[in-house]
């Protein structure tokens, strides 16, 4: 696989706030790579960087063998890039807007239709609606036709899907998959651990460090222990039981249940008699396949300590 993105000890502060920490990686040429990480890990300001926006403090990226610094007047050509803000212009329509950023890059809607088609089609019946009157969903798929109409090598992705509903959220990784398949390099940053798994690869991000980085497949398999989810109907109740409990190690709640690791030599029988005793009768213990998100936690206290 040829390299499409090469990062080297990249580094950047705001004032005394440190973004981004001596950070590399790299994309291959046509890969879906994905950012993963909470608000504040850094990732608009890596983005901002790899669009040729924001000039590192230390290091440097490389798209496609060239410099986003000292290229970057070549680079922008190739680049399409979504913010996570809705950036568009709130007072022009749908066409007015997806005319306006072919125009800038020496295109049209036309000849590059057949790219954007099947994004496009689904807000083509309102191209009238000022582009400030769309619900979420429309305006992401608006902001992507955008950055999508000059048929860009790259597409830049800062949460895409971040407050629009779930619906919307499925087809737009849909869509991301059709991109794909038509050549386009996709790096793409989420706070949703589930979108991790749709990611050829995936970077773990967090207070401008990057944590680790492989398949989401080997990410999950790189969890150390063994890890369980912990039930029972007054789940706050046992949630405080679980920390006061020296059975139970790292109690995070998670959906219904509460994911546990024991000590070792601890049964899964032995916490549900522990916690019998602390009057949460009927408690269930199971062995589970621990996601994204439990190694992300786990990666996170190896850091602090």
């Not at 990686?25 to 924001?54: C, H, M, Q, W, Y």
């Not at 899907?161 to 959220?169: F, I, L, Q």
């Not at 087809?171 to 398949?181: Q, V």
């Not at 522990?274 to 992300?296: H, K, M, N, Q, Y």
């Amino acid at each position: 696989m040829t390299t499409a993105i090469e990062a080297y000890n990249l580094t950047h502060r705001y004032g005394k706030i440190t973004a981004l920490e001596d950070v590399g990686f790299s994309v291959g040429n046509n890969e879906l790579f994905g950012f993963i990480g909470p608000d504040g890990a850094g990732k608009t300001t890596l983005f901002r960087i790899a669009a040729t926006l924001i000039i590192p403090a230390e290091g440097k990226i490389t798209l496609f063998g060239l410099d986003t610094v000292k290229d970057y007047r070549e680079l922008r050509s190739r680049i399409g890039y979504m913010p996570g803000k809705f950036s568009l212009y709130q007072d022009l329509t749908v066409e007015e807007n997806l005319n306006f950023y072919a125009t800038i890059f020496g295109t049209s809607i036309k000849k590059n239709y057949y790219l954007i088609e099947p994004i496009y089609k689904q807000i083509e019946p309102f191209k009238k609606r000022l582009a400030g009157k769309l619900s979420g969903g429309m305006k992401q798929k608006l902001a992507l036709s955008c950055a999508l109409i000059h048929k860009p090598d790259i597409l830049i992705l800062d949460e895409p899907t971040t407050g629009v509903d779930a619906v919307s959220r499925v087809e737009f990784w849909e869509m991301l998959a059709g991109l794909k398949r038509e050549g386009i390099t996709i790096i793409v940053s989420t706070p949703y651990m589930d979108e991790a798994l749709r990611c050829d690869r995936i970077a773990l991000i967090q207070s401008g460090k990057i944590l680790g980085i492989n398949t989401p497949d080997i990410v999950r398999k790189s969890y150390s222990r063994k890890l369980y989810a912990v039930k029972h109907p007054e789940k706050y109740k046992l949630l405080l039981a679980l920390r006061s409990i020296p059975l139970a190690q790292s109690p995070e709640p998670f959906g219904e249940a509460v994911h546990v690791t024991l000590a070792d030599d601890v049964t899964p029988a032995a916490l549900e008699s522990a916690l019998a005793e602390a009057r949460l009768t009927g408690s269930v213990v199971e062995e589970i396949i621990p996601g994204i998100e439990d190694v992300f936690l786990e990666l996170m206290q190896r850091e602090k300590r």
